[in-house]
């Protein structure tokens, strides 16, 4: 099941902060290397994550620009979830697409399951489909 946010901002990985994760690298060929991006429901504002196989990310939300570091599951679970944990360690402290800024620090975990293509994934708050933000589209060649 593919959902579109019904509404508020993708960046649940990107939420208040206390204490930064160190990063862990991944294997070269994990699925959520690469870049991606999600569009909100109303079509006005887009965000962009690189993301690295050191564990680190990049995100551009509006014009926010801010820095994570992850770690997410080598393989999904039984029901087709990686566990990530994002943790925000540096922001511009200009707005993202939701009007707020983020604030570096605090933890948060999420469960991404990838469509079977491999192009597209949506992040949960639990191991099911009941609070899912999404879809998060691969971005191919040179893009942000």
């Known amino acids: 099941m593919w959902m579109r946010a019904a509404g508020g901002c993708a960046l649940?990985?990107?939420?208040?902060?206390?204490?930064?994760?160190?990063?862990?690298?991944?294997?070269?060929?994990?699925?959520?290397?690469?870049?991606?991006r999600i569009t909100l429901p109303d079509g006005l504002c887009s965000e962009t994550y690189r993301i690295r196989a050191d564990g680190t990310t990049l995100v551009f939300s509006h014009e926010e620009i801010a820095e994570s570091t992850f770690t997410i599951s080598d393989q999904p679970d039984k029901d087709g979830f990686y566990e990530e944990t994002d943790t925000i360690i540096k922001d511009n402290g200009k707005l993202d697409c939701s009007g707020k800024v983020t604030k570096p620090g605090k933890p948060v975990t999420s469960y991404l399951q990838f469509h079977p293509s491999g192009n597209m994934f949506v992040m949960c708050v639990e191991r099911s489909f009941d609070r899912c933000i999404g879809p998060f589209i691969r971005v191919r060649g040179n893009a942000i």
């Open 12 to 36: 649940m990985l990107l939420e208040i902060a206390a204490a930064a994760a160190p990063a862990a690298p991944l294997r070269p060929d994990h699925p959520l290397i690469g870049t991606w």
